[in-house]
């Protein structure tokens, strides 16, 4: 009788510490900052890959997570970058609701990327960059037929303008070749360096402390989808 009462109260303690939160979630268009109805999909690893939600036409609901588990969201739509996430329902601690952005798939949109770094004056990516580089691993991964290019900038006061140029090239190949190396297609991907130009006007808005952050952008050049 005392082991099954101890063993009762181990599994009431368990189930009062696994109590699910409720969290309501929706998924927004960031143009158009109205929500928009995914196909989504997630699953509970603690509990063999169970589909604690599973609806192709998600648009805003509360969804339940047990505290300290493991889930893995997939959402989708046609037209837009596909959402694929792993997580610990921890980190939704204290918060009511969770907002995910679904970023429409249009050429000539531009990604700035401003945390990445490199070596100073050089072309060699930072282990540092390795996060912010990874989002978007995860955001083409999933869309091989969008290409996109990837442009360098340096910061400058317009010395060098040749070596500048070169420069913002070969920082653009480092983060092409970043790319490549954690699985996106060669092909996707084409690169660019700042022009003459461009350097000219990023050397003035340095006078004016008015340079730009962004060490690299990324700007899809074919949607790979059917007109």
Known sequence: QGKSVGLNVLI????????????????????????????LTILEKNTNNR?????PKFKKSVVKFVPKFNYTLYAKKDGYFSIYKDFNADIFKG??????LMQKIERGTKYPIKD???????????????????NYVAM????PNVSFMVKGFVTTYG???EGDMQMSLARAVSVKEFFVKH?????????????????KRAAAAMLKNDGNDAKVEL?????????
């Open 12 to 39: 009431a303690s368990l189930l009062y510490s696994k109590h699910p939160s409720e969290m309501k979630m929706v998924f927004i268009d960031p143009k158009t900052h109205k929500p928009v109805d995914v196909d």
């Open 51 to 55: 589909a604690i939600v599973k609806n």
């Open 95 to 100: 918060d009511t609701m969770v907002r995910f």
């Open 116 to 134: 990445i770094y490199f070596d100073n004056g050089e072309s060699d990516l930072l282990p540092e960059s390795d996060t912010a580089l990874m």
């Open 140 to 143: 083409f991964r999933n869309h």
């Open 159 to 161: 010395f060098d303008v």
């Open 183 to 199: 699985g996106l297609p060669e092909n996707q991907i084409t690169v660019a360096g700042m022009t003459q130009t461009e350097i």
């Open 219 to 227: 700007i899809i050049t074919d949607t790979g989808l059917t007109k």
